[in-house]
């Protein structure tokens, strides 16, 4: 590893700065696909967009579950799993409204479309989170216990 140019307050800093733009990399990339998939774009227009988010969240998430981090302010536990799904199925919802309100004629099926999408990613975050969250206290024990 090379010496490093700064002090401890400066790395402090840096990283601070750091861990900044990367939480605006990923909001930002985000809300461009957000947009994107509401205004009609195919997943060949957003495939950029998506890979790099992916990979933010696949780096992040791989590293703090092998440090044993959840997370700095909520637990790993049944309400928060549940509140987190929660959300994210009504923002697919919503954005399934959006994408499809101007498509579909029949209010019924554009409603039945938006709960049905809803749904199916309430499920799959949950189960998601669910399973991360029983690896992350299996790693903090290890931790814990080394």
Known sequence: MKKSNLDEM??????????????????????????????GGSLREIAGEAV???LLC??????TLGSGIWDRNLKP????????????GAAMGLISFFRFNGQMTDPSRLFITCLLSGITV????FAVLSVTAVI???????????
Do not use: M, P
Not at 58 to 63: A, E, T
Not at 122 to 125: A, E, I, K, V
């Open 122 to 125: 309430f499920l799959l975050c």
């Open 136 to 146: 992350q206290k299996k790693r903090r024990k290890t931790l814990d216990q080394e």
């Open 10 to 39: 400066q790395e402090q800093k840096l990283l601070q700065i750091e861990h900044t733009c990367c939480w605006l990399a990923f909001w930002g990339l985000l809300t461009a696909i957000i947009i994107q998939v509401i205004i």
């Open 52 to 54: 790099v988010i992916f």
């Open 58 to 63: 696949g780096y992040q998430s791989f590293h």
């Open 77 to 88: 536990d049944l309400k928060t799993n549940l509140l987190a799904s929660l959300v994210a």
